[in-house]
């Protein structure tokens, strides 16, 4: 298997552009998380989706930042306007189905960059 | 909410036996989690709790006491690629984990 794919890796934006960041998670995975890490605030979980659904969003900042899951392979994280203040290295993590207490397999990650 | 805590910082030597602590407060408990992340890489699993007591994985071992709300990993036999950061995680009942701020530890010949 080929993991959890995210894309892009890296990304240098000017601040008020849209970003969008993506992610595959691992086939058969039915439990979607995104995160954001920064030296300051540690690992944060943002949104969290079962079965495309979203369960929990109360760690997204603002009304700037969406996510999205239309099927089972695919998430977006959209940042719209972006601010200098959202660089980080944003994750995507997968969890297999039925295993509420399973571990989480991460992405290697988006560094965002906004100036 | 969920609160948390383990120690921001630790050096052991190449070969020794170190203890990283984790303490929390949190609802809904439903296990408790280690992840190593080397710097620039994602985390990684290394052990999962949910039951009080040890559980033994090669070089490393993590232990639960869910009375006291703490946990540890502890890391024998060390050698410089654990040199890494650890982070301890508490998952809930409704399926999502919260992240402690890990330890970074760094293993010195």
């Known amino acids: 298997d080929a993991g959890v794919i995210q894309s892009p890796r890296h990304e240098v934006t000017e601040m008020g552009q849209e970003v969008t960041l993506r992610c595959k998670p691992i086939s058969g995975h039915n439990s979607l998380f995104w995160y954001r890490q920064t030296m300051m605030r540690g690992l944060e979980l943002l949104i969290y989706f079962n079965n495309n659904v979203p369960i929990d969003d109360s760690g997204m900042p603002e009304d700037r930042f969406s996510a999205k899951m239309p099927n089972a392979s695919f998430s977006t994280l959209k940042i719209q306007p972006s601010e200098p203040r959202d660089s980080a290295v944003y994750f995507c993590a997968s969890r297999s189905p039925g295993l509420e207490g399973g571990e989480q397999y991460f992405g290697p990650g988006t560094r965002l960059t906004v100036t | ?109």
């Open chain 2, 1 to 109: 909410g969920q609160n948390i805590d383990q120690p921001t910082e630790m050096t052991a030597t190449e070969g020794a036996i170190v203890q990283i602590n984790c303490t929390y407060q949190t609802s809904g408990f439903n296990g408790l989690f280690w992840y190593q992340q080397h710097a620039g890489e994602a985390p990684t699993f290394l052990s999962y709790n949910v039951l009080d007591g040890l559980e033994e994985k090669g070089r490393f071992s993590s232990f639960l006491s869910r009375s006291k709300g703490y946990s540890y990993l502890l890391l024998k036999e060390l050698q410089m690629k654990d040199s890494a950061s650890y982070l301890c995680a508490v998952n809930t009942n409704a399926g999502k984990s919260t992240f402690g701020d890990g330890t970074t530890l760094t293993v010195k010949p």
